[in-house]
């Protein structure tokens, strides 16, 4: 499906994904002016000068909004190269480099992802799935480390972005901390000749 017409929720018009378009980045502006806790979709759709109704089509709830703003970011990022040269663990965390700081310039919206992303309701949830098999899609095409280690290196980077998220570390410094965490992981057995 083109990028232009992937939706929230569903196959849009162009229209219509010009409405999302304009609704996501509105919440990226009001995230800088009101943080997570005084976004609501009414003042987003104000920003983007869309009907309060017309937004609650495409969004559920600020959470919803929100991942899919992390949801656009990470699927606009371009794809790592297949199986560069390099370690598995040099290749790993290549790979996750810039997802992790898909945000990192921008700490409100570091912090209001985080928290909307850790949300239960059924939208997050979706997106959520489909942002955790992006992120296994990049490891795994980046290296061929057993499956093991890969889920091992996920949970690991999973866990980087919430310590981050809750300012108990810089995403600045994530990329560090991946590649040390992947040469923890990755035993040098793996690495290739």
């Not at 509105?26 to 309060?52: F, I, M, N, S």
């Not at 909004?65 to 199986?83: I, K, Y």
């Not at 890969?150 to 810089?170: P, R």
Request: hydrophobic content about 45%; some cysteine; glycine content about 6%.
């Amino acid at each position: 499906m083109p990028r232009t017409t992937e939706a929230p929720r569903a196959r849009l018009s162009g229209r219509q994904a010009e409405t999302v378009r304009r609704l996501t980045e509105a919440a990226v502006e009001e995230v800088a002016e009101h943080r997570y806790e005084g976004l609501t979709v009414r003042g987003v759709a104000k920003r983007a000068g869309v009907a309060p109704a017309t937004a609650y089509t495409y969004f559920a709830s600020k959470n919803h909004l929100l991942a899919e703003v992390f949801w656009r970011r990470l699927r606009d990022l371009p794809e790592p190269d297949p199986l560069p040269g390099g370690s598995p663990a040099d290749r790993a965390a290549e790979a996750l480099s810039a997802v992790a700081l898909l945000v990192a310039d921008d700490p409100a919206l570091s912090a209001a992802c985080t928290t909307a992303m850790l949300a239960d309701e059924p939208n997050v949830l979706r997106l959520r799935a489909r942002i955790g098999l992006r992120v296994h899609e990049r490891i795994s095409g980046a290296t061929d480390a057993s499956p093991a280690a890969l889920q091992a290196f996920e949970l690991a980077f999973y866990g980087a972005l919430v310590q981050a998220g809750m300012g108990h570390l810089s995403y600045r410094d994530l990329p560090n901390l991946l590649a040390t965490t992947a040469r923890t992981i990755f035993p040098r057995t793996e690495e290739c000749p």
